[in-house]
């Protein structure tokens, strides 16, 4: 008999596998990131193929095969329906997915990594109204709690090179160390750091940024563990922050 055991997972996505098969990837509780073989899930018929739809919340049999391990058995928990009928909700929700599975290692287990993913996708599900401004503000949220999860927390209270408070004005953040440098020590680097000033540019792939108050203000908002109350930003606000993740999760990368 075939050596079996059961999971609660995150479908995370799928793709042709052999003529009738699906590579299923997905995040569990109990094994962490695994890929499995579905077998005839590209049939007509398969009754299992609903029930492996990325994004939803199911409950597996996995079976021990000779190559890839495969699904046995396979009843959704939770559709995710809230996410299905909605473009915007789906391209985000794609985004944490894809961000999430770049960045997971293979076969770690990390409850706590596994119940932000499922608290995000539930956010997104049951948001009432999700724009565009919406989505980005979620996946900010989303990026910068998993990084702090893996250890890539950034600093924004005190400068990263004299550890003084951080003071209201013309601060940088340092995208490469993971967190903010004061005016003064900016301006010193710039003056005295072979080569550095050059990286004080904005634009294209720099080691350290401009960084404004409210951009400041909200990087720290996020990474807090209350985070959940609805906050009113300007566009440009949004934006920067939205730039300076961006930037920094390529070098977390």
């Known amino acids: 008999m075939d050596e079996s055991r059961s999971t609660i997972a995150i479908i995370l996505n799928s793709r042709p596998y052999r003529e009738n098969d699906s590579l299923i ?40 095969g000779k190559g890839f391990d495969y699904i046995g058995g396979a009843l959704a928990q939770d559709c995710r329906l809230g996410i299905r009928e909605d473009l915007n909700k789906i391209y985000y929700a794609g985004r944490i997915i894809a961000f999430f599975s770049s960045l997971v290692k293979d076969n770690e287990k990390d409850e706590r990594l596994f119940s932000l993913l499922e608290k995000y996708l539930e956010l997104i599900d049951l948001e009432p109204v999700f724009d565009k401004e919406t989505g980005i503000l979620f996946f900010l949220r989303f990026s910068l709690s998993f990084l702090s999860e ?7 209270y005190n400068c990263l090179h004299c550890g003084q408070k951080l003071q209201n004005g013309s601060n940088y953040f340092d995208l490469k160390n993971g967190g903010v440098i004061c005016l003064v020590c900016g301006e010193e680097l710039k003056k005295n750091a072979s080569g550095v000033a050059d990286k004080f540019k904005d634009g294209g792939m ?27 930003l300007s566009k440009r606000v949004i934006k920067e922050a939205s730039d300076l993740v961006k930037k920094f999760i390529l070098f977390v990368k």
Request: charge should be positive; hydrophobic fraction near 40%; glycine fraction near 6%.
């Open 206 to 232: 720099t080691n350290i940024l401009t960084i404004s108050d409210n951009c400041v203000k909200i990087i720290r908002y996020f990474i807090s563990n209350d985070n959940r109350q609805p906050i009113r």
């Open 150 to 156: 893996l250890g890539y927390k950034p600093e924004m």
């Open 25 to 64: 990837n997905i995040y569990t509780l109990e094994f962490g990131k695994l890929s499995l073989v579905a077998r005839g899930t590209k049939k007509l018929a398969s009754k299992m193929a609903g029930h492996l739809e990325p994004l939803s919340l199911v409950k597996l049999m996995i079976i021990k």
